[in-house]
């Protein structure tokens, strides 16, 4: 679905239920910093979170009223983080849905409950605490890290390597002299090595995460998009 449908802030997200999941997953977005709008029926969940996230709202019920009054929504994306309570979490899930909210994610139970959530249009995932801090990561999109800068002539970024550098070892290439850059992190087909030996062998669109001065940085960058 587009988010960038009229009357929804694809940079805006809604959680409902603050359990384990829903509280790690919310608090992972503010700190990521999106807007959140939180609902949750039980008040000492949301008093955990006071201060820490801006818009929390203590309900009865999730129904239509409420999901309008609070603004949820107008979300991007709303994720219903409901647990125990299978009923509530599929009516809700179809709540937002019917609203036209563009992305609706619901957490399951079983097997049997996510098939349900999928027949009545939304994203089903059956999360651990883990799981919330990965899917925040992948809401916020593109890369946690796309730049850092240490102080003012040396920085860390994260750069997506070309068909240049696809199939060659570091040391071959000489890495570390030729560009002046050190290599901490490479990322392949979505796993992360920090193990960097001068065998290491890079491939078209890997992820490397390099720390050195920026006009090295920027050096590279240029030769690597040619």
């Given at each position: 679905?587009?988010?960038?449908?009229?009357?929804?802030?694809?940079?805006?997200?809604?959680?409902?239920?603050?359990?384990?999941?829903?509280?790690?997953?919310?608090?992972?977005?503010?700190?990521?910093?999106?807007?959140?709008?939180?609902?949750?029926?039980?008040?000492?969940?949301?008093?955990?979170?006071?201060?820490?996230?801006?818009?929390?709202?203590?309900?009865?019920?999730?129904?239509?009223?409420?999901?309008?009054?609070?603004?949820?929504?107008?979300?991007?994306?709303?994720?219903?983080?409901?647990?125990?309570?299978?009923?509530?979490?599929?009516?809700?899930?179809?709540?937002?849905?019917?609203?036209?909210?563009?992305?609706?994610?619901?957490?399951?139970?079983?097997?049997?409950?996510?098939?349900?959530?999928?027949?009545?249009?939304?994203?089903?995932?059956f999360?651990?605490v883990?799981?919330?801090?990965?899917?925040?990561?992948?809401?916020?999109?593109?890369?946690?890290?796309?730049?850092?800068?240490?102080?003012?002539?040396?920085?860390?970024?994260?750069?997506?390597?070309?068909?240049?550098?696809?199939?060659?070892?570091?040391?071959?290439?000489?890495?570390?002299?030729?560009?002046?850059?050190?290599?901490?992190?490479?990322?392949?087909?979505?796993?992360?090595?920090?193990?960097?030996?001068?065998?290491?062998t890079?491939?078209?669109?890997?992820?490397?995460?390099?720390?050195?001065?920026?006009?090295?940085?920027?050096?590279?960058?240029?030769?690597?998009?040619?």
């Amino acid at each position: 679905m587009n988010m960038k449908k009229t009357g929804h802030d694809s940079n805006s997200f809604g959680i409902i239920g603050l359990g384990r999941f829903g509280a790690a997953l919310a608090l992972e977005l503010v700190n990521a910093g999106k807007d959140v709008v939180v609902l949750e029926i039980d008040e000492a969940k949301l008093n955990a979170v006071k201060g820490k996230i801006e818009h929390i709202h203590p309900v009865d019920e999730i129904n239509h009223e409420v999901l309008m009054e609070s603004g949820i929504s107008h979300c991007g994306t709303v994720i219903v983080c409901i647990g125990k309570d299978i009923e509530s979490n599929i009516l809700a899930t179809l709540h937002v849905i019917e609203l036209g909210v563009p992305r609706v994610i619901a957490k399951a139970s079983n097997e049997d409950h996510g098939r349900v959530l999928q027949k009545i249009g939304a994203e089903v995932v059956f999360p651990e605490v883990e799981m919330g801090n990965r899917l925040a990561k992948s809401l916020v999109s593109l890369r946690t890290l796309d730049f850092l800068e240490l102080d003012e002539d040396i920085s860390i970024t994260e750069i997506k390597l070309s068909h240049h550098f696809s199939g060659k070892a570091l040391h071959d290439l000489n890495f570390r002299k030729r560009y002046n850059l050190n290599i901490i992190a490479i990322t392949h087909d979505d796993k992360t090595n920090v193990n960097i030996l001068p065998e290491t062998t890079l491939n078209e669109d890997d992820e490397i995460v390099v720390i050195g001065r920026n006009e090295d940085i920027a050096q590279f960058e240029k030769m690597n998009s040619r």
